[in-house]
C-alpha cells in the first residue's frame, strides 16, 4: 500500500517538473508518450463534466465506499489469503496516491500516454495502474461460492463411492 502511494507520488513530482501542462514528450514513438494533463473526474475523465461542488461530493462518497469495501474484503473475504491482500493494498495505496493530489492541487496528474496510430488510451498514472492491478488479482482470487445443493449428483456421488 504505502509503496504505491509513495511512487505514484514520487513520479508525479518527476512529471510536474519535467513537463508544463498540456506538454509531451515522444517515449517510444507510436506506442507511449508522456504528457502532463491535470483530471479533475476519476478514472479516465469520468465525471469531469460535473461541476466542482457536486464532483467533489460523489468522488468523497465514492472514496469512502470503496475504502469500506476493501476493509471490509480485508476482514471478511481476504483475511488469510496473502495475495490478495496485496491486491487490496495496491487498491488502497492507488487511491490513496490519488487522493493526495485531490487535496494537494485540486485535480489529479495524468502523466502515461499509450497509443496506436490515432487509437490512443486515455492518460494514467502509477495510482491508477496500481488500481488496476490490485483489482485483477481480487478477481483471480475472488473466493469461490458454492451454489445449492442438487440432491440427485449427491445422491450419485455417494452411491458411487460405495
Not at 41 to 50: K, P, Y
Not at 123 to 141: E, H, K, P, Q, T
Request: charged share 15%; net charge negative.
Amino acid at each position: 500500500m504505502i509503496v504505491a502511494a509513495v511512487l505514484d507520488q514520487l513520479s508525479k513530482y518527476w512529471i510536474l517538473d519535467l513537463l508544463r501542462p498540456g506538454e509531451g514528450m515522444k517515449v517510444f514513438p507510436g506506442f507511449f508518450n508522456l504528457v502532463l494533463v491535470f483530471n479533475p473526474g476519476a478514472a479516465f475523465g469520468f465525471l469531469a463534466g460535473l461541476g466542482d461542488g457536486i464532483r467533489q461530493v460523489v468522488l468523497g462518497l465514492t472514496t469512502f465506499v470503496a475504502l469500506g469495501t476493501v476493509i471490509y474484503f480485508l476482514i471478511v473475504d481476504y483475511f488469510s489469503d496473502s495475495l490478495a491482500k496485496c491486491g487490496l493494498g495496491l487498491v488502497l495505496g492507488g487511491a490513496i496516491g490519488n487522493v493526495i493530489d485531490r487535496i494537494r492541487i485540486g485535480e489529479v496528474v495524468d502523466f502515461l500516454d499509450f497509443y496506436i496510430g490515432s487509437y490512443h488510451w486515455p492518460a494514467f498514472n502509477i495510482a491508477d495502474s496500481a488500481i488496476c492491478i490490485g483489482v485483477g488479482i481480487l478477481i483471480l482470487r475472488a473466493p469461490k461460492k458454492e451454489g445449492p445443493v442438487d440432491p440427485k449428483l449427491e445422491a450419485e456421488k455417494q452411491g458411487a463411492g460405495k
